[in-house]
């Protein structure tokens, strides 16, 4: 049983490792415009589809192993209507590879080491978001100025919405993959124009 959950843990941290051991040599990045950027497909020739829209969606991420999606929802408390205080984002997959776009949960394993988040209350319903395959990039979990949460990042040296990001990577191993690029699409609230960064970690 242990060196199963092992094999589980290696398999699904590879980029939670990869990107952690280069977390200190952030590139310069790059903004696109989006004709700029191809129609994605992954390792097995299969375009990404784009997730469906949610009224709780705060962003998805795509990485290139294959299509399904991390989805990542803000968390309402149902009692207070506000984001939960402990758990404030639901992390989830949409399962697209051998299925339709089912819902599925992470595990243990996925949450803590590979796909999930940690948060710190900064008062005011605000909160301090960190991915745990990459604590350098600070998001923010706040309401906007149209009464919806949001993920705020500074993107392009902007601070915009964050809607997507997606992970090109080209071999390497399971503990040091090839990363060539991470991409962040955001959204600047002020005019709605649609903003992409792109960087190497």
């Known amino acids: 049983m242990i060196k199963t959950l092992l094999k589980v843990f290696f398999a699904l941290s590879f980029l939670n490792v990869g990107l952690n051991a280069k977390a200190n040599k952030l590139m310069r990045c790059d903004t696109l415009a989006a004709d700029t950027i191809p129609q994605r497909v992954a390792a097995d020739g299969r375009p990404f589809p784009t997730p469906p829209d949610n009224p709780h969606r705060l962003f998805y991420l795509q990485r290139t192993p294959n299509i399904n999606a991390l989805c990542y929802d803000v968390n309402i408390d149902k009692k207070t209507g506000l984001a939960d205080e402990d758990s404030p984002i639901h992390v989830y997959w949409l399962q ?29 319903g605000k909160y301090d978001i960190r991915l745990v395959s990459y604590k350098k990039i600070p ?36 503990w ?23 960087f190497k970690p």
Request: glycine share 10%; no cysteine.
């Open 96 to 124: 697209y590879a051998k299925h339709n776009g089912e819902p599925e949960e992470l595990n243990f394993i996925q949450r803590r080491f590979a796909y999930g988040y940690s948060s710190k209350a900064l008062g005011n």
């Open 139 to 174: 998001f923010t979990l706040m309401k906007g100025a149209d009464g919806k949460y949001h993920i705020f990042a500074t993107i392009a040296k902007k601070h915009l919405q964050l809607k997507s990001i997606f992970i090109q990577i080209n071999g390497g191993s399971m």
């Open 176 to 198: 040091s993959p090839n990363v060539i690029f991470v991409e962040m699409k955001g959204t600047d609230p002020a005019n709605g124009k649609e903003v992409t960064e792109r």
